[in-house]
T-cell receptor, first 119, second 115 residues
């Protein structure tokens, strides 16, 4: 079973508008972390935002916010006021945190969503 | 070093040859990850180290793939008898500890082409 599912292979957004990139995850561990990374065409992986499973508030970092719905096991990334430089591949990832499990610390990525920002 | 360093940045090899890919993580980072990324695709997990041990090596595609980490630092991913389907970008990442809000920092990757 997929641990991380990103159902949108590609998304388009107009410059200055907001966009939501979907991510659902699957784990039975009570302790885990969720990450979003951006990969521009240059290939580098850029960390954007983190949400812990016990965090009460949704994470925010500048124009990025994470819509964390624990019961639904979703961790959608919201980018506000899109910019042309936001065009890139976006990856959702999960780190499992159960110390007794063999996957302790393992970081698993989804298949990614290609975001294109139109002027 | 300042970041995760991978070498070589590019490698072209003939089918059937062995290759070694090196990852030098950020000093003090205990967790180290190897991923493989084909063109336009997601990151395929290969192996994860915590210190020198690998709690999870479930992503290694076949017994031609192996990895080791020594001194809790440098890691080497070895691919024996390379095949054309091994062509991809191999990414290494490290993080301070294996859990919590510590993000993984990535190297620039090694682009492997098997001809």
């Amino acid at each position: 079973a997929q641990k991380i599912t990103q159902t949108q292979p590609g998304m388009f957004v107009q410059e200055k508008e907001a966009v939501t990139l979907d991510c659902t995850y699957d784990t039975s561990d009570p302790s885990y972390g969720l990450f979003w990374y951006k990969q521009p065409s240059s290939g580098e992986m850029i960390f954007l935002i983190y949400q812990g499973s016990y965090d009460q508030q949704n994470a925010t970092e500048g124009r990025y916010s994470l819509n964390f719905q624990k019961a639904r096991k979703s961790a959608n990334l919201v980018i506000s006021a899109s910019q042309l430089g936001d065009s890139a591949m976006y990856f959702c990832a999960m780190r499992e945190g159960y110390a007794g499990g063999t996957s302790y610390g393992k970081l698993t990525f989804g298949q990614g969503t290609i975001l294109t920002v139109h002027p | 070093g300042a970041g995760v360093s991978q070498s070589p940045s590019n490698k072209v090899t003939e089918k059937g040859k062995d290759v070694e890919l090196r990852c030098d993580p950020i000093s003090g980072h205990t967790a180290l990850y190897w991923y493989r990324q084909s063109l336009g695709q997601g990151l395929e997990f290969l192996i994860y180290f915590q210190g020198n041990s690998a709690p999870d090596k479930s992503g290694l595609p076949s017994d031609r793939f192996s990895a080791e980490r020594t001194g809790g630092s440098v890691s080497t991913l070895t691919i024996q008898r390379t095949q054309q389907e091994d062509s991809a970008v191999y990414l290494c990442a490290s993080s301070l500890i294996g859990t919590g809000a510590t993000e993984a920092f990535f190297g620039q990757g090694t682009r492997l082409t098997v001809v």
